[in-house]
């Protein structure tokens, strides 16, 4: 079992920058795979990156890409999701989630991560 916990949300201009990070329970949290979701208002929950098991293979969506990056330090069981020049349709409930695939590769679908945090809310408006 993992628990997971998302922090580091809230209202930032157009422009800025956050930080997310997801704090996991689980004792051998280097054997998960974790991924960012988000839900905008009105939208279905989509993927917007991940992190294998290891930390050596990541993957963003196009609409990230360049602006988003993803880390992890099993050391601290905690994933991080720096966000960079957001805009306002970035605005969404991030989530972050695990999976317990142990590859080289990052699953970018919804039921291939067993374990969801609550979610945290980001707004990008000025």
């Known amino acids: 079992q993992v628990q997971l916990v998302e922090s580091g949300g809230g209202s930032v201009q157009p422009g800025g920058s956050l930080r997310l990070s997801c704090a996991a329970s689980a004792r051998t949290f280097s054997n998960y795979a974790i991924a960012w979701f988000r839900q905008g208002p009105g939208k279905e929950r989509e993927f917007v990156v991940g992190?294998?098991?290891?930390?050596?293979?990541?993957y963003y969506a196009d609409s990230v890409k360049g602006r988003f990056t993803i880390s992890r330090d099993n050391a601290k069981n905690t994933v991080y999701l720096q966000m960079n020049s957001l805009k306002p349709e970035d605005t969404a409930v991030y989530y972050c989630?695990?999976?317990?695939?142990?590859?080289?590769?990052?699953?970018?679908?919804?039921?291939?991560?067993?374990?969801w945090g609550q979610g945290t809310q980001v707004i990008v408006s000025s």
């Open positions: 989630a695990a999976s317990g695939l142990i590859g080289d590769y990052v699953l970018t679908y919804q039921s291939g991560y067993g374990f």
């Open positions: 992190i294998n098991w290891s930390g050596a293979s990541t």
